[in-house]
């Protein structure tokens, strides 16, 4: 079992910039993807970034390339991401995910994930 804890979340200003954790625990992370995901009211869990344990490669959605970074701490079992540039579009409920596999074409794909955290609100403000 894979327990996943985000933090980091908060109310930021146009502009602004945020780092979310996600601290993961219970099982060995070796050959798992980790991604972040966000859902606005109202809206469908979008897709946001993911990175690989073992090698560090990532992706990310085009609304957010260029803006936010995601890292992890291996020896931490950390995962983050660096937010800038926000925008009121960002605002959402953060989600740190992992899956039981390394980084392929389905890691846009919430359905991949077998663990989610609780999430953590964003919010952007104009």
């Known amino acids: 079992q894979v327990q996943l804890a985000e933090s980091g979340g908060g109310l930021v200003q146009s502009g602004g910039s945020l780092r979310l954790s996600c601290a993961a625990s219970?099982?060995?992370?070796?050959?798992?993807?980790m991604g972040w995901f966000r859902q606005a009211p109202g809206k469908e869990r979008e897709f946001v970034a993911a990175i690989s344990w073992s090698s560090g490669s990532t992706y990310y959605a085009d609304s957010v390339k260029g803006r936010f970074t995601i890292s992890r701490d291996r020896a931490k079992n950390t995962v983050y991401l660096q937010m800038n540039s926000l925008q009121p579009e960002d605002t959402g409920v953060y989600y740190c995910?992992?899956?039981?596999?390394?980084?392929?074409?389905?890691?846009?794909?919430?359905?991949?994930?077998?663990?989610w955290g609780q999430g953590t609100q964003v919010t952007v403000s104009s």
């Open positions: 219970g099982r060995t992370f070796s050959s798992y993807g």
């Open positions: 995910a992992a899956a039981s596999q390394g980084l392929g074409p389905w890691a846009t794909i919430p359905a991949a994930y077998a663990y």
